[in-house]
């Protein structure tokens, strides 16, 4: 079972930043793991962000595209989500996931509020 804790989120003002990351514990190993992390407003359904594979490719949601940067460090069981210009409509709680074969792990998400 794997176990996934997000930290990292807070209040930013509009064109700030925030980094997100994403610690994984248990089996199986963080290196066989494809991860991800989607996001959920508040009255909206959760929307898919970002994703890295096992073998780091990388693929986003058009509308962060050059303003957010997904990435992993397998030495350190850590996923990355690092946020840039940040625009009130990127105000949601953030969850990780982790996905190998059929298996499904999630974190239980952090917010993230751009106001101000």
């Known amino acids: 079972q794997v176990q996934l804790v997000e930290s990292g989120g807070g209040l930013v003002q509009p064109g700030g930043s925030l980094t997100l990351s994403c610690i994984a514990s248990?089996?199986?190993?963080?290196?066989?793991?494809?991860m991800g992390w989607y996001r959920q407003a508040p009255g909206k359904q959760r929307e898919w962000v970002a994703r890295i594979s096992a073998t780091y490719a990388t693929n986003y949601i058009d509308s962060v595209k050059g303003r957010f940067t997904v990435s992993r460090d397998n030495t350190k069981n850590t996923a990355t989500l690092q946020m840039n210009t940040l625009r009130p409509e990127d105000t949601a709680v953030y969850f990780c996931?982790?996905?190998?074969?059929?298996?499904?792990?999630w974190g239980r998400g952090t917010q993230v509020t751009v106001s101000g």
């Open positions: 996931y982790g996905v190998v074969s059929t298996q499904e792990y």
């Open positions: 248990g089996t199986p190993a963080f290196s066989t793991l494809h």
